[in-house]
């Protein structure tokens, strides 16, 4: 039996660091996301899938934060507030995704949330944002 499945080993991180997300598209996805104001009449399967589309891009959206955070001092008031969102972000991420629009919304706002924490550090070290 084959499967259809290809598993990457990347243990250095590299295709998170090297590979940069489509920004516009998953800004698109957001906007669209946040705009439904009551059942967008998509299937659970459907809306599943969306929640862990956008949870990947949280999580390499989160990657791109955490790089340009390290890059500040210890004690640098950017740095402390990544931090929280990046905790936020983990604790967030940890529940399995949904076939919801409540869901689908949490991590479309988790996206947002982390595109502007790493276009706030981009304003504090520009050299660290990788994320077009």
Avoid: F, N
Avoid at 27 to 37: D, S
Avoid at 73 to 83: G, V
């Amino acid at each position: 039996m084959s499967s259809t499945h290809l598993v990457l080993h990347d243990p250095e991180g590299r295709l998170d660091a090297e590979v940069p997300l489509d920004r516009e598209l998953h800004k698109a996805l957001v906007k669209a996301v946040l705009g439904w104001t009551g059942s967008p009449g998509l299937p659970p399967g459907d809306l599943q899938q969306i929640a862990l589309l956008l949870a990947g891009a949280a999580r390499t959206v989160a990657a791109d934060v955490r790089r340009a955070a390290d890059l500040l001092p210890e004690d640098h008031a950017a740095r402390a507030l990544a931090d929280v969102v990046l905790e936020e972000a983990d604790r967030r991420l940890s529940a399995p995704a949904e076939g919801t629009v409540r869901c689908a919304q949490g991590r479309a706002r988790l996206v947002r949330a982390l595109y502007e924490r790493l276009d706030r550090l981009a304003s504090v070290a520009p050299q660290a944002v990788t994320a077009p």
